[in-house]
C-alpha cells in the first residue's frame, strides 16, 4: 500500500555531509512511523534513526547520534536524514521504512521498505 523511494546518497569525504531524502507514494506518509536502516557490505541491518508520526519522537542509534538529524514532512509525504561528520564506519546501503511503532528499533517492526541508496564516505 506504501511505495517508498530513496534518494541523495552519493560518494563524500569523511567529514562531509549528505541529505538523504525518503519519499512515498500518495498522501499515505502522516499514517506511519518512519526509520532509516541500513546495512554495510557483509554485514547484517541496523537501525539508524526513527520518527514518529508527528515528529514528538525520534530515536538514534549511539553511533550517528550527534551527528545526524531525522526529519519528516508529512505534506510532502517526504522523510530526510541529514547526516553530517560522516566517517568511512558509515558506508553502506541506506533504507527508509514505514510502520506502527518508532520507538522499537527492529527492522521487522517495519511494514514497508524501500529500494535503499548508496552512501561511501571516502577516508
Known amino acids: 500500500q506504501v511505495q517508498l523511494v530513496e534518494s541523495g546518497g552519493g560518494l563524500v569525504q569523511a567529514g562531509g555531509s549528505l541529505r538523504l531524502s525518503c519519499a512515498t507514494s500518495?498522501?499515505?506518509?502522516?499514517?506511519?512511523?518512519m526509520g532509516w536502516f541500513r546495512r554495510a557490505p557483509g554485514k547484517e541491518r541496523e537501525f539508524v534513526s526513527s520518527i514518529s508520526r508527528n515528529s514528538f519522537a525520534r530515536y538514534y542509534a549511539d553511533s550517528v547520534k550527534g551527528r545526524f538529524t531525522i526529519t519528516r514532512d508529512n505534506a510532502k509525504n517526504t522523510v530526510y536524514l541529514q547526516m553530517n561528520s560522516l566517517k568511512a564506519e558509515d558506508t553502506a546501503v541506506y533504507y527508509c521504512?514505514?510502520?506502527?511503532?518508532?520507538?522499537?528499533?527492529?527492522?521487522?517492526?517495519?511494514?514497508?521498505w524501500g529500494q535503499g541508496t548508496q552512501v561511501t564516505v571516502s577516508s
Open positions: 521504512a514505514a510502520g506502527n511503532y518508532a520507538g522499537t528499533r527492529q527492522g521487522r517492526d517495519y511494514d514497508y
Open positions: 500518495g498522501r499515505t506518509v502522516s499514517n506511519y512511523a
